[in-house]
Nanobody
Framework: QVQLQESGPGLVKPSQTLSLTCTVS??????????WNWIRQPPGKGLEWMGA???????YYSPSLKSRTSIARDTSKNQFTLQLSSVTPEDTAVYYC????????????WGQGTQVTVSS
């Protein structure tokens, strides 16, 4: 069974870069037709798709976040990462990584989520 686990700092200062890692076990991030996604949920709001990296290494970003977002992968560690630059308190959210097996926007495996707070 595939498992995803987010990790990274829980507190980031405004204007700094938020960096998170998703470690995948039970399957390779280079196999199948999987898209590996970052999704966040600010307090009191709905889920927001941020971007994805595919099994082949291609990346896709939400237009609203594209200028500040970078997603990469380390295939030797079976991990993919998120960097969000120039953060503000509005970037405070629970951040999730999730797998989309067919690039349809339906996610079959999710991480448990990690709270990131942007505050000085």
């Amino acid at each position: 069974q595939v498992q995803l686990q987010e990790s990274g700092p829980g507190l980031v200062k405004p204007s700094q870069t938020l960096s998170l890692t998703c470690t995948v076990s039970g399957g390779s991030i280079t196999s199948g037709a999987n898209y590996w996604n970052w999704i966040r949920q600010p307090p009191g709001k709905g889920l927001e798709w941020m971007g994805a990296i595919t099994y082949s290494g291609s990346t896709y970003y939400s237009p609203s976040l594209k200028s500040r977002t970078s997603i990469a992968r380390d295939t030797s560690k079976n991990q993919f990462t998120l960097q969000l630059s120039s953060v503000t308190p509005e970037d405070t959210a629970v951040y999730y990584c999730a797998r989309d097996p067919h690039a349809t926007g339906w996610y079959d495996y999710w991480g448990q989520g990690t709270q990131v707070t942007v505050s000085s």
